[in-house]
T-cell receptor, first 110, second 114 residues
């Protein structure tokens, strides 16, 4: 699976949009971009995934560049409960394993 | 959506004993489950891929005789940490490929070996 690169940390103010970037320059044509987050001492929680089109669900939006070499996860109105480590992962899906990098720690401040 | 139940959530055991952790898919069948380990302030590290009805596939550096995996049914995979030592203390997490979202994770098991 392709490797991803994320900043170590970022913060944003409560109520504002949080834009979390991810680079995946070696992504293959059949690999999806997945985002998970992990709140302390819990299992990772699925957020969103996409192949090449932008995606939106009740939690977030995923913007994938046209060349698919990078993407941005957008939390439109961050709350304190969104403070977590966010992982960007690329995988072919199905029963392929997920390889976690270090992720980005998002801190939402009041 | 798909739910993965992991039990126990916390366990403390004495050094030298064995501990079994269960991972159940509650509303779907999972032919493949994954076991991860996470040390404090580190990311999840994949230990092994559990395959229903066949042997698990272990990642490089993971001792298969120490971390026994059994996937006897389409809804249950177990991880047994044998002859546990303090260095095995960690957060163990399982996952399964459940629905259109792909991978669902259990809530994790905090193992402390004393």
């Amino acid at each position: 699976d392709a490797k991803t690169t994320q900043p170590t940390s970022m913060d944003c103010a409560e109520g504002r949009a949080a834009n979390l970037p991810c680079n995946h320059s070696t992504i293959s044509g059949n690999e999806y971009v997945y985002w998970y987050r992990q709140i302390h001492s819990q299992g990772p929680q699925y957020i969103i995934h996409g192949l090449k089109n932008n995606e939106t669900n009740e939690m977030a939006s995923l913007i994938i560049t046209e060349d698919r070499k990078s993407s941005t996860l957008i939390l439109p109105h961050a709350t304190l409960r969104d403070t977590a480590v966010y992982y960007c992962i690329v995988t072919t899906g199905a029963n392929s394993k997920l390889t976690f990098g270090k992720g980005i720690t998002l801190s939402v401040r009041p | 959506g798909a739910v993965v139940s992991q039990h126990p959530s916390r366990v403390i055991c004495k050094s030298g004993t064995s501990v079994k952790i269960e991972c159940r898919s509650l509303d779907f069948q999972a032919t493949t489950m994954f076991w991860y380990r996470q040390f404090p302030k580190q990311s999840l590290m994949l230990m092994a891929t559990s395959n229903e009805g066949s042997k698990a596939t272990y990642e490089q550096g993971v001792e298969k005789d120490k971390f026994l995996i059994n996937h006897a049914s389409l809804t249950l995979s177990t991880l047994t940490v044998t002859s546990a030592h303090p260095e095995d203390s960690s957060f163990y997490i399982c996952s399964a490929n459940g629905d259109r979202h792909g991978y669902t994770f259990g809530s994790g098991t905090r193992l402390t070996v004393v």
